[in-house]
């Protein structure tokens, strides 16, 4: 049984940051019954890590994107294909690559909709996750399409850039409306 | 090359929670039960080939390490497969290597998964937080901040495909579900043995579009194991060995927005067409006589016909109509009930499966059991949007040489009690 129930459940709070009630009632049996010796005796964890994770070759396409509202791809030197994610080197040719700025506009070559997320998006449903193909780009992004009615999103739709006021460089910092939509979503 | 096969396997239930064992605890029943199939003791296995996928379902990283040393494999070789959700297949594609190259004659796959000690404290179950979990696996720059889940990248192309050929119908995935719900109910181990109408199905809620609940596989833990030896040894063990006479393993561009057809399982293409060329298999349609393939979700089983040429692209849809897929079919598909059957225990569901094909050769599938069953095929899919595949071809042959010629291995025991 255990013992100062109290401090065990302010304990594991900080621990695996949850509240204190959510514990307690994922932990009734262990902290109000009486469980067997040898039943299976379950406990409260996390595994968490904190970066500060370097984008290397890439950087520039996140700085562009968090202080001048602008999405850049990578054009092969040898090929010319256009990629987007960016990469500085072309694994088809392996030859280096340039930066160049794609457009506003895309159109969505596939797409789905996320009822039911993992704990990170769990409140964010229903949302739209799709692979859009950017002007000026030769592959497909995934991004998130915002609509005002989650059901019209189809295939072949034309959709453009918006981005979040407040951009961290990440690609959290844009998404897709509908191109024919003059409201502002943000 | 050597030839592979199969002489033994054993396989704990799938069960939503294995609240009362560790990983390396389900690690061990299913090594001993598959010892014990193959009638032989650990001493005599070469190395082992451990099939884990994530290392924050177990808590543990190189969680391989600890299951070796649980179930006294000593100082045998040992490497760990991790290769998403084909985990399974790949590792028992690394075994038939080592066995295949005359490295060693006795080689155990041992896949184990615990995917439901996570836990969403604000829901009160393990569901979103074990998505989280495997949402790690998703390009953590440019693809895991949109939100997407496992269903979601098979999701994408099965739209691409649908607005391509306007099939899978939802009713047509639907019926994958019905079939394999159903088939399950012969499987003692499966998860969701369940007798449903296409109705309930279309009817569940919906998860991912077009996923409806029953479209989906459940998280599952369990572990399961098979044996492979040498033909020198299986002979002695076995009268009926399953041998492994194809194998193919291909990985797609990780990005599916780079790939050249995205409606399309290419890695399930090219891993087929490698184990069929190796298998002289022509006519896949005609000459399989069943198919354990991974269907995580029902479209995925769907475009894997596809895939693995048992129909023209965009036609898969009508192989489940026509019921040529179903257990009275020609070519039955997932027999044991598959991922939405038996549950997806990530690491042990290609193991699970590979170990099922050799059941249905060496007739011994019991109530499941395909009529007549002498050649399936096993694939298991895994990876970002589909991107890695691994197919073994699970195959009955006729003994033709003498068994005398065959010198047991030392200390083995000559043959394996019926059952």
Request: some cysteine; overall charge neutral; charged content about 25%.
């Amino acid at each position: 049984m255990i013992q100062h129930k109290e401090q065990w459940l302010e304990q594991a709070s900080r621990k695996i940051k949850v509240p204190a009630e959510l514990i307690a009632k994922a932990f009734r049996d262990e902290l109000e019954g009486s469980p067997a010796m040898d039943a299976p005796l379950e406990i409260p964890d996390i595994m968490d890590i904190t970066y500060k994770y370097s984008y290397g070759g890439i950087s520039r396409f996140f700085r562009e994107l968090r202080d001048n509202r602008k999405l850049y791809g990578s054009r092969c030197t040898q090929c010319g294909k256009v990629w987007l994610p960016p990469r500085i080197n072309c694994n088809e040719c392996y030859a280096p690559t340039k930066w160049v700025e794609l457009g506003d506009t895309a159109e969505v070559m596939t797409y789905t909709i996320v009822y039911y997320g993992t704990s990170t998006f769990f409140d964010k449903v229903p949302y739209v996750c799709a692979f859009v193909k950017v002007k000026g780009a030769d592959t497909l992004i995934m991004q998130n399409i915002f609509l005002k009615d989650i059901r019209t999103a189809k295939v072949g739709m034309k959709v453009k850039i918006q981005f979040k006021d407040q951009r961290n460089g990440d690609m959290g910092d844009f998404w897709y409306v509908p191109a024919d939509d003059g409201h502002d979503h943000v | 090359m050597n030839k592979v096969a199969i002489v033994g396997f054993g396989t704990t239930p799938f069960r939503a929670r294995w609240i009362e064992k560790t990983y390396y605890e389900l690690a061990y029943d299913a090594a001993k039960l598959a010892l014990e199939d193959a009638g032989i003791d650990k001493k005599e296995v070469g190395g082992v080939v451990y099939g884990i996928y994530n290392e924050l379902f177990e808590r543990q990283f190189m969680p391989d390490v600890y299951v070796h040393n649980y179930i006294g494999m000593g100082l045998k070789p040992s490497v760990r497969v991790a290769t998403g959700g084909a985990t399974g297949g790949a590792a028992v594609f690394v075994g038939w290597t080592w066995i295949a190259s005359g490295l060693y004659d006795i080689v155990m796959v041992l896949g184990v998964e615990k995917a439901t000690d996570n836990y969403n404290y604000t829901v009160g179950h393990a569901t979103p937080e074990t998505l989280k979990a495997i949402l790690f696996s998703g390009d953590m720059t440019f693809e895991n901040p949109s939100g997407l889940t496992a269903a979601a990248s098979y999701a994408l192309p099965l739209i691409a495909h649908i607005d391509r050929y306007g099939s899978p119908t939802q009713k047509q995935m639907a019926m994958v579900a019905v079939k394999n719900h159903k088939n399950a109910m012969n499987n003692p181990n499966a998860q969701s043995p369940k007798l449903l109408s296409v109705d309930d199905v279309l009817g569940s809620k919906m998860i991912t579009y077009p996923f409806k609940f029953y479209d989906n596989c459940l998280y599952s833990e369990g572990a399961s194991a098979v044996v492979l030896a040498s033909e020198r040894v299986a002979r002695s063990l076995s009268d009926t060995p399953a041998w492994i006479t194809g194998v193919g393993l291909s990985l797609d561009k990780a990005f599916a927005g780079e790939r050249d057809d995205i409606t399309v399982f290419s890695s399930s293409v090219h891993a087929g067409r490698d184990a069929y060329k190796m298998a002289g298999i022509k006519e896949p349609a005609r000459e399989l006589d069943f198919a354990e393939l991974h269907d995580a979700f029902t479209g995925a089983e769907i475009l894997s016909y596809e895939a693995f040429g048992f129909c023209r692209p965009g036609e898969g849809g009508r192989l489940i109509e026509d019921g040529v897929v179903e257990m009275a079919g020609s070519l039955p598909v997932n027999p044991s009930g598959g991922l939405i059957g038996c549950g997806h225990a990530v690491g042990a569901t290609g193991v699970m499966q590979t170990g099922e094909a050799a059941l249905q050769v060496q007739g011994r599938a019991g109530k499941r059991q395909v009529k007549g069953a002498r050649k399936g095929l096993v694939q298991s899919i895994g990876g970002p949007a589909t991107a890695w595949t691994a197919a073994l071809l699970v195959e009955h042959i006729d003994q033709v040489k003498a068994k005398s010629l065959i010198k047991p291995p030392a200390g083995s025991r000559r043959k394996r009690k019926k059952k």
